[in-house]
């Protein structure tokens, strides 16, 4: 059963409406506005807006178009929120190492800016990704540095935050004590400033202690006052979370029928916001809920609607719990065959998301950022030449022989993984996942005769002309973001795609599993990305034919 903590990331943030007509109202404003600063504002409100839709692409795809304008200019500032943004979308997918490559290029920015506030915000963050590896000594101290950088600029609304997030570590830590010391530090500061958002959080957090300490009365009655505040702010996600956690408390008092009334609270509000994560938790919770009950009909339908949900959003954490909950389902069914499966694919997702690899590569950039910082330091050092060469001449070879040793096995433990990934990322483009899998297995695959299928190609017109006028790096970001969104519809109507050369793009329906309805399903598929293309109003003109 997940339980709802309510954890700030410091550069998070969610507004009081639609996240999709926000986006949409931006989407709107980009086309209007060319000019500048005023076009990279609106791509990085975007790079912002769309984690919380769960379309961490689409991020990825408007920082990095936020990044290509700001080079060549003097935007120091402007380069750094695109590459925290970017790194957000990455923590968001799970994908630690990446998020902690942005977060340290972003933080190396703000540190030569010499912007305190930020440069703490991004410390923060970093923390907040220790945190999701059980790194729990390098959260603490990541944390407390952010505490200091937020004290030493006044920053009283960090603090506070900060506070409460020092409080979740020594938690998950099962410190209780301390937990529920900077919480309570952390809601007599907030009902100082009259923080009414971060009084409700803070009242979640120690209702959570409460919870954990087998205390369900306290819990219910921080619970219930923190959403009474969440009511009178209007604060959605605030509600929704507390909606979660009420409903924790009497899941763990086997009052399912009242623990799903809370569930179902939350999962609407989530799905008003189109929040898609806290959709996960909550579909999760309530698949849970009926497995308790042994309803097990109504509990496999959540279970598999928060899987998938979690897949089509690409967060690992959640699917490694999708597949435990089904695990327990189908155990409890005593479909163990099933359930074998289940495990073995949350075994694999767990280990995706703690590997050695990824530690390693998460250790590598550290030290990478480290190194950097104390070469900044030795330079400073530097005008101090006649009392400071032959001390620096040794500190410099001592770091450099470091540093060299470091690049080395670096580049090689990169290059390696990487063109793993690269490889298997290429076979799954190039060829269907069914082949791809027998190719891997056995080095080759057998050709297979299908009766009946239908087939799309795509293309667009004056592909040629268009991409004279873009460079390299814009071309092939335009097309990744396009085809993704192809793969994504049409992976909803049991669609394989077969390939993409440049600017085609290829699918077939009815294999490699047999399907009457083929033409029907790729039709509508096809339908949906025209639909999506003309809602983009971008210079590409598509063109479809289906046989």
């Known amino acids: ?298 509990a496999e339908h959540y279970l598999l609607k928060s899987l998938a949900l979690a897949r089509e959003i690409g967060s690992l954490a959640d699917i490694k719990e999708g597949h435990q909950l089904l695990s327990e389902l189908y155990f409890e069914k005593g479909e163990y065959k099933n359930a074998y499966e289940h495990h073995q694919q949350y075994s694999n997702a767990k280990d995706s998301l703690l590997n050695e690899e990824s530690s390693k590569q998460i250790a590598e950039m550290q030290t990478k950022y480290e190194t950097e910082k104390k070469e900044q330091q030795i330079t400073l050092l530097n005008k101090d030449k006649e009392l400071q060469d032959a001390q620096l001449n040794r500190q410099k070879i001592v770091i450099w022989s470091v540093v060299g040793g470091l690049l080395i096995v670096v580049f090689l433990s990169i290059f390696i993984f990487r063109e793993r990934k690269k490889s298997e990322k290429l076979l799954l483009n190039i060829l269907p996942a069914e082949t791809a899998r027998e190719l891997k297995a056995n080095g080759k695959a057998k050709a297979k005769h299908y009766e009946s299928v239908t087939v799309m190609f795509t293309d667009f017109k004056g592909f040629t002309t268009i991409a004279e006028k873009l460079s390299a790096e814009e071309l092939v970001s335009e097309l990744d973001f396009l085809f993704k969104k192809f793969d994504e519809i049409i992976s909803r109507y049991n669609i394989e795609k077969i390939k993409t050369i440049g600017d085609a793009y290829m699918c077939a329906s009815g294999l490699p599993t047999p399907n009457s309805n083929h033409a029907e399903e790729i039709v509508k598929a096809g339908i949906e990305i025209q639909s999506w293309m003309k809602e983009q109003n971008n210079k590409w003109s598509l063109r479809m034919g289906i046989h």
């Open 1 to 298: 059963m997940k339980k709802l903590l309510q954890i700030t990331f410091f550069l998070f943030s969610i507004s009081g409406f639609s996240q999709q007509r926000k986006v949409d109202s931006l989407l709107t404003l980009l086309r209007k506005d060319k000019s500048g600063t005023t076009q990279i504002n609106h791509l990085l409100t975007l790079c912002d807006e769309y984690p919380f839709i769960g379309e961490y692409d689409s991020a990825i795809h408007y920082g990095n178009k936020a990044l290509l304008l700001c080079n060549g200019q003097n935007l120091q500032g402007l380069k750094a929120k695109a590459l925290n943004g970017i790194g957000i979308a990455y923590f968001y997918q799970g994908d630690y190492p990446k998020t902690l490559e942005y977060y340290f290029q972003s933080l190396k920015i703000k540190e030569q800016i010499g912007d305190k506030s930020e440069i703490a915000k991004t410390i923060g963050n970093i923390g907040t990704v220790y945190w999701r590896q059980g790194n729990y000594s390098k959260t603490l101290e990541y944390y407390f540095k952010a505490l200091k950088t937020f004290e030493e600029v006044g920053n009283k609304n960090k603090i506070t935050v900060i506070l409460s997030n020092i409080g979740i570590v020594y938690k998950e830590q099962g410190d209780n004590p301390k937990a529920l010391e900077y919480y309570f530090k952390a809601l007599k500061m907030d009902e100082e400033l009259g923080r009414k958002n971060g009084i409700a959080a803070n009242l979640n957090n120690i209702g959570t202690v409460y919870y954990q300490q087998g205390d369900n009365t306290k819990a219910l009655e921080c619970f219930f006052k923190g959403l009474k505040m969440a009511d009178e702010l209007g604060d959605k996600q605030s509600q929704a979370n507390t909606f979660g956690n009420i409903g924790v408390i009497y899941s763990a008092q086997a009052d399912y029928p009242k623990a799903l009334e809370y569930y179902f609270k939350a999962l609407k509000i989530n799905e008003e916001m189109g929040d898609k994560s806290g959709m996960t938790i909550e579909l999760g919770n309530i698949g849970s809920a009926y497995t308790k009950q042994k309803k097990y009909a109504q």
